[in-house]
């Protein structure tokens, strides 16, 4: 879980926080925050024609961060978040909408899966090399 302290001020958009390629948006509820969405658009560079994944080759969405407090879960307020990011995207070109998600999380699964139509494509592992 994130720390508490700072949160609300780390997620709240700031004039730099937008540009050409990236997106910061939040959702609101009388005046407070109760979900957010950072993505990145990413384009093609000349040595993404030599990798294994055809995605590397398209202009794509990678959606780094998505949450919403718990209270406020299913509400349509993630699927608002990232129908907005990809609409941003498809505006700007992009083809293919990425983002990774938590493969345990039933909910998570669920969602980027049945909700947004999202498919299972690689799975990324990981190992701590500290005690």
């Not at 994130?2 to 958009?13: A, C, M, Q, R, S």
């Not at 997106?23 to 005046?31: G, K, N, P, T, Y």
């Not at 794509?60 to 699927?79: K, M």
Request: glycine share 4%.
């Amino acid at each position: 879980m994130p720390d508490d302290e700072g949160l609300i001020e780390f997620v709240k958009p700031s004039p730099g926080d937008n540009s050409p390629t990236t997106l910061l948006i939040v959702a609101d509820i009388d005046e407070h925050v109760v979900g957010h969405l950072f993505a990145e658009l990413i384009t093609p560079t000349e040595s993404d024609r030599f990798q294994s994944s055809s995605d590397l080759s398209e202009p794509r969405l990678f959606i780094h961060a998505l949450s919403v407090l718990r209270e406020f879960w299913r509400q349509g307020i993630a699927t608002a978040l990232v129908e907005r990011a990809e609409a941003w995207a498809r505006e700007r070109g992009a083809t293919i909408a990425l983002c990774d998600t938590w493969l345990d999380s039933s909910v998570s699964m669920l969602f980027w899966q049945q909700r947004m139509g999202y498919e299972s494509r690689s799975v990324r592992l990981r190992k701590r090399l500290t005690a």
